[in-house]
């Protein structure tokens, strides 16, 4: 399957805090639309139903692939509004950031996966 990438708005601002890192965070995306389940680690506890891959030193990017989680029906888990629109075939990228202030704040951007628009330019 040819996955498309989407991006949560937060996004934006985690591309304003590391500037330094957008060209790898570009790259690392890049990297897991060809292969995001398997690529990424599945998440568990408050984070279930998103998936993290490691980048750039103690860097981490979330994520959420459509296809598996409609699949394992955490659509209430991951309270997408936007999920019958949203093609089988999408990752929305959450978040990305240092590890652990990354994980602490993964559950409140998830909360916001209401967001009209992931389309954000980078």
Known sequence: ????????????????????LKERFKKKKDYIIKNPIELGEPLKGNLNGLRSLPFAD??????????????LQHQETNSCL???????????????????????IAPSIRERLEEKEFQVPI
């Open 82 to 104: 936007q999920c019958g629109v949203i093609p089988d075939n999408s990752v929305i990228f959450l978040t990305f950031g240092r590890h652990d202030p990354t994980y602490k």
């Open 1 to 20: 399957m040819v996955y498309i990438a989407l991006y949560h708005p937060h996004i934006k601002t985690c591309l304003q805090t590391y500037p330094h």
């Open 58 to 71: 103690n860097f981490i990017i979330i994520y959420v692939v459509c296809e598996e989680c409609r699949q």
